[in-house]
């Protein structure tokens, strides 16, 4: 079983709906949890760290629910720019180093 | 953030050779990080770089096919030696910034290599 997996869509949303991901992870040691975006050909950039109380910035609401190990990101009035691919990461000790373990990542498409 | 900057963007090499790619960090940082970013797949951490000590690899991955050098906290390097062509790919380093404790990473461009 993979540790971070993802419904890779894509998903075809029309512009302005809402649309949600969701992200299981299978390591129950993971200590923190992000959402970055990645643009095609472009490095991954971070959106959200995700945390145990769930949080909000602007359009993009993250969850976390450690007790079923999935977190969630929800997307409302998608814009065109939106679309990207939505990497889910999970953050866990290594050794003496926490690595990022990374989705495969979610596409999603706006379509105008 | 931190900017973050690799070399070369992107190479062609021939198999057999070695490529070592150069990331810069324009503040001081602890933690750097090395990920292969495979065509169509998601990033995999090839080691962990830490100045002062020797870089922590994952599984997988070995010291001698990827040598890493961090000789202080701006920067780091991470070679690719005896290429084959599955070793084309996109490799980025990343670094740590311990915002409110949870510990975010940032990435650099990236490099992308062809080995042919």
């Known amino acids: 079983r993979k540790e971070v997996e993802q419904d890779p869509g894509p998903f075809n949303v029309p512009e302005g709906a809402t649309v949600a991901f969701n992200c299981t992870y299978s390591?129950?040691?993971?200590?923190?949890f992000f959402w970055y975006r990645q643009d095609c050909r472009k490095e991954p950039k971070l959106l959200m760290s995700?945390?145990?109380s769930g949080n909000e910035d602007g359009r993009f609401t993250a969850q976390l629910n450690r007790a079923s190990q999935y977190i969630s990101l929800l997307i409302r009035d998608s814009k065109l720019s939106d679309s990207a691919t939505y990497l889910c990461?999970?953050?866990?000790?290594?050794?003496?180093?926490?690595?990022?373990?990374f989705g495969k990542g979610t596409h999603l498409i706006i379509q105008p | 953030s931190a900017v973050i900057s690799q070399k070369p963007s992107r190479d062609i090499c021939q198999r057999g050779t070695s490529l070592t790619i150069q990331c810069q960090v324009d503040?001081?940082?602890?933690?750097m990080f090395w990920y292969r970013q495979q065509p169509g797949q998601s990033l995999t951490l090839i080691a962990t770089?830490?100045?002062?000590?020797?870089?922590?690899?994952e599984s997988g991955f070995v010291i001698d096919k990827f040598p890493i050098s961090r000789p202080n906290l701006t920067f780091s390097t991470l070679t690719v030696s005896n290429m084959s062509p599955e070793d084309s790919s996109i490799y980025l380093c990343?670094?740590?910034?311990?915002?409110?404790?949870?510990?975010?990473?940032?990435f650099g461009p990236g490099t992308r290599l062809t080995v042919t």
């Open positions: 990343s670094v740590e910034e311990p915002t409110g404790g949870i510990g975010e990473q940032y």
């Open positions: 390591n129950s040691a993971s200590q923190s």
């Open positions: 995700v945390y145990s």
């Open positions: 990461v999970a953050r866990t000790r290594r050794g003496g180093a926490d690595g990022l373990t």
């Open positions: 503040s001081q940082v602890t933690m």
């Open positions: 770089a830490n100045q002062g000590s020797e870089a922590t690899y």
